[in-house]
Antibody, heavy 118, light 111 residues
Framework: QVQLVESAGSVVQPGRSLRLSCAGS????????MHWVRQAPGKGLEWVAQ????????YYADSVKGRFTISRDNSKNTLYLQMNSLRPEDTAVYYC???????????WGRGTLVTVSS | DIVMTQTPLSSPVTIGQPASISCRSS???????????LSWLHQRPGQPPRLLIY???NRFSGVPDRFSGSGAGTDFTLKISRVEAEDVGVYYC????????FGQGTRLEIK
């Protein structure tokens, strides 16, 4: 069955960087676009970024544009989120999700907590 | 961006009674391909979101048939025919027709 497993979360200081990863299995990874969605503590869901199946196209929420970079390594069936210049408001559980995110092929990981605090 | 607005934000219900959540989008969710990419997700406390419904009215595998979705264009509804204790939590609508945006969530609690 489809599985998406995010890397362990971390506590990082404001202004520092962190890279998340998401390992996919149970499906043909290089056939599907991927997303990152986050949820701040006690808040709702916020879409963060999307990458096409081959990595040729990337899309970002305004709140992270210029600071976060989504990428993938199809040879390793792994999705990444490079987060730079982290802010306290980036504190959230980060979920990876598989396309089609709005259709029957959708699947989500269990999430990983990133805490940005000094 | 498409704004998704859910009502109510909180819904106390009695076990065994029906419940209904509405979701309205700021513009039509009909995609160029003719599909409407409106989904519903359920999140229990401390858990990741669980996928319930896709394309307005299709249940994901394993979702009980007491959950049903309906609507068209900009107005959508999630109905639970008879609420069970395990249904508590927050329900989100999500559109994936143009980018991805979520409603603010509706908290379902037992009276």
């Amino acid at each position: 069955q489809v599985q998406l497993v995010e890397s362990a979360g971390s506590v990082v200081q404001p202004g520092r960087s962190l890279r998340l990863s998401c390992a996919g299995s149970g499906f043909t990874f290089n056939h599907f676009g991927m997303h990152w969605v986050r949820q701040a503590p006690g808040k709702g869901l916020e879409w963060v970024a999307q990458i096409s199946y081959d990595g040729s196209n990337e899309y970002y929420a305004d709140s992270v544009k210029g600071r976060f970079t989504i990428s993938r390594d199809n040879s390793k069936n792994t999705l990444y989120l490079q987060m730079n210049s982290l802010r306290p408001e980036d504190t959230a559980v980060y979920y990876c999700a598989k396309d089609d995110i709005g259709d029957e092929d959708a699947a989500w990981g269990r999430g990983t907590l990133v805490t940005v605090s000094s | 961006d498409i704004v998704m607005t859910q009502t109510p934000l909180s819904s106390p219900v009695t076990i065994g009674q029906p419940a209904s959540i509405s979701c309205r989008s700021s513009q039509s969710l009909v995609h160029n391909d003719g599909n409407t990419y409106l989904s519903w997700l359920h999140q229990r406390p401390g858990q990741p979101p669980r996928l319930l419904i896709y394309k307005i009215s299709n249940r994901f595998s394993g979702v009980p048939d007491r959950f049903s979705g309906s609507g068209a264009g900009t107005d959508f509804t999630l109905k639970i025919s008879r609420v069970e204790a395990e249904d508590v939590g927050v329900y989100y609508c999500m559109q994936a027709t143009l980018d991805v945006t979520f409603g603010q969530g509706t908290r379902l609690e037992i009276k």
